[in-house]
Nanobody, 114 residues
Framework: VQLQASGGGLAQAGGSLRLSCAASGSIFSIDFMGWYRQTPENERELVAT???????NYADSVKGRFAISRDNAKNTVYLQMNSLKPEDTGVYYC?????????WGQGTLVTVSS
């Protein structure tokens, strides 16, 4: 599985960004996909997860502001980020799991200014 992330950039606090993660390869074997982020302080946080069945899970810090979704026709998972805060700044990585195997996209930088 190959993952291509895009959509990062600069936003003001209170603004929105949408990240995309396009998957290719053995996508039908993917059990779940999601997003991690690494902050400038090098803290890592699981941001959001979407299972094959459609269940979602979010970090407490983003609940009610972020939404993960997918477009099966485009083999793409999205992370809609609203009401952004400076503490959302970081490098966001999309990932996928097939069983115990993990696959990672390149990071995309999100910077939120106050």
């Amino acid at each position: 599985v190959q993952l291509q992330a895009s959509g990062g950039g600069l936003a003001q606090a209170g603004g929105s960004l949408r990240l995309s993660c396009a998957a290719s390869g053995s996508i039908f074997s993917i059990d779940f996909m999601g997003w991690y982020r690494q902050t400038p302080e090098n803290e890592r946080e699981l941001v959001a997860t979407l299972t094959r069945a459609g269940s979602t899970n979010y970090a407490d810090s983003v609940k009610g502001r972020f939404a993960i979704s997918r477009d099966n026709a485009k083999n793409t998972v999205y992370l809609q980020m609203n009401s952004l805060k400076p503490e959302d700044t970081g490098v966001y990585y999309c990932y996928a799991f097939i069983g115990a195997r993990s696959f990672w996209g390149q990071g995309t930088l999100v910077t939120v200014s106050s």
